[in-house]
């Protein structure tokens, strides 16, 4: 299987841990990754706010980019990069007249056909036969409460269900771990006004991770570069508000897809994680 691979502004910076884990795990999976030569920023939401043409014009160039290498669908880690790319997609496809505007703006690669964009948990669960995992180190005893945010929520057309996604439960299980009952699994962390309102930013975390820890879970699951940022990085800040403690370590998904794998640490980027995971993982039988 050969994708295109936009990683998006995040997965070179603050969530490099999940560029690191996504390769190493589509490696071991003989899933072909290609990353984009010249990719730019997707605009996020800051670019549709000051001009929507442009914005439009910043995801039809990395579409460009995909079609130009003959490459159909795009593998997008960031919510964010994933939403845009395909907003722009659809609108493209849909209106021709928009698509000829946005063709006379690129000056390298002008769009024809649409590739397709896909979160990296779609196409392991969806593209990949699961009957091929070789699973050297099984999560046996890991209890894991299954996080997804609201890439998997909000955006129509996806390809789990909305209201009660399984896909990454379904991985877990796969992998030897177990899934917690956790009915926050797609509330909104607040990562999206942390700078603004962090007040309230820090009060959805900590509820988040009150209730996972609640329902007896060792780790997180996620999948979100937002996500993983307030779960792990703004931990002790968010639950300081509720006048308690823990460690609860937020992990990708292919972070624990990896060790399940029997993949090690530095290729998993596990060192940068910020709330520590390694005296679980000792605790599990996992060290690495």
């Given at each position: 299987?050969?994708?295109?691979?936009?990683?998006?502004?995040?997965?070179?910076?603050?969530?490099?841990?999940?560029?690191?884990?996504?390769?190493?795990?589509?490696?071991?999976?003989?899933?072909?990754?290609?990353?984009?030569?010249?990719?730019?920023?997707?605009?996020?939401?800051?670019?549709?706010?000051?001009?929507?043409?442009?914005?439009?014009?910043?995801?039809?160039?990395?579409?460009?980019?995909?079609?130009?290498?003959?490459?159909?669908?795009?593998?997008?880690?960031?919510p964010?990069?994933?939403?845009?790319?395909?907003?722009?997609?659809?609108?493209?496809?849909?209106?021709?007249?928009?698509?000829?505007?946005?063709?006379?703006?690129?000056?390298?690669h002008?769009?024809?056909?649409?590739?397709?964009?896909?979160?990296?948990?779609?196409?392991?669960?969806?593209?990949?036969?699961?009957?091929?995992?070789?699973?050297?180190?099984?999560?046996?005893?890991?209890?894991?409460?299954?996080?997804?945010?609201?890439?998997?929520a909000?955006?129509?057309?996806?390809?789990?269900?909305?209201?009660?996604?399984?896909?990454?439960?379904?991985?877990?299980?796969?992998?030897?771990?177990?899934?917690?009952p956790?009915?926050?699994d797609?509330?909104c962390?607040?990562?999206?006004?942390?700078?603004?309102?962090?007040?309230?930013?820090?009060?959805?975390?900590?509820?988040?991770?009150?209730k996972?820890?609640?329902?007896?879970?060792?780790?997180?699951?996620?999948?979100?570069?937002?996500?993983?940022?307030?779960?792990?990085?703004?931990?002790?800040?968010?639950?300081?508000?509720?006048?308690?403690?823990?460690?609860?370590?937020?992990?990708?998904f292919?972070?624990?897809?990896?060790?399940?794998?029997?993949?090690?640490?530095?290729?998993?980027?596990?060192?940068?994680?910020?709330?520590?995971?390694?005296?679980?993982?000792?605790?599990?039988?996992?060290?690495?």
């Open positions: 299987m050969r994708y295109a691979y936009y990683p998006g502004c995040s997965l070179q910076a603050s969530a490099k841990e999940y560029d690191l884990s996504l390769k190493a795990v589509c490696n071991r999976l003989d899933i072909e990754l290609v990353e984009l030569k010249d990719w730019n920023c997707c605009g996020a939401t800051p670019a549709y706010t000051v001009d929507p043409l442009l914005a439009m014009g910043l995801s039809a160039r990395n579409l460009a980019l995909a079609e130009a290498e003959d490459l159909s669908v795009i593998v997008a880690p960031c964010a990069c994933y939403k845009n790319l395909r907003k722009a997609g659809k609108a493209l496809e849909e209106d021709p007249e928009l698509r000829e505007k946005v063709n006379d703006m690129l000056t390298e002008k769009l024809d056909s649409i590739p397709k964009v896909k979160l990296p948990l779609e196409v392991i669960a969806s593209d990949f036969d699961w009957d091929a995992l070789e699973v050297e180190r099984p999560l046996a005893g890991l209890n894991v409460a299954c996080y997804y945010g609201c890439p998997v909000r955006p129509k057309g996806g390809f789990d269900n909305r209201e009660a996604p399984q896909a990454m439960h379904l991985l877990v299980e796969k992998l030897g771990g177990q899934p917690v956790f009915a926050y797609t509330k962390c607040g990562g999206g006004i942390v700078f603004t309102r962090d007040e309230i930013s820090l009060d959805l975390t900590a509820k988040l991770l009150t996972a820890k609640a329902a007896g879970a060792d780790c997180l699951s996620v999948m979100c570069p937002l996500c993983h940022l307030m779960l792990d990085a703004y931990q002790s800040q968010a639950v300081r508000r509720l006048d308690t403690r823990f460690d609860l370590p937020a992990l990708y292919t972070q624990l897809m990896g060790l399940a794998l029997g993949l090690g640490r530095e290729e998993l980027g596990l060192e940068r994680n910020m709330v520590a995971p390694f005296s679980l993982l000792e605790r599990m039988g996992l060290k690495v």
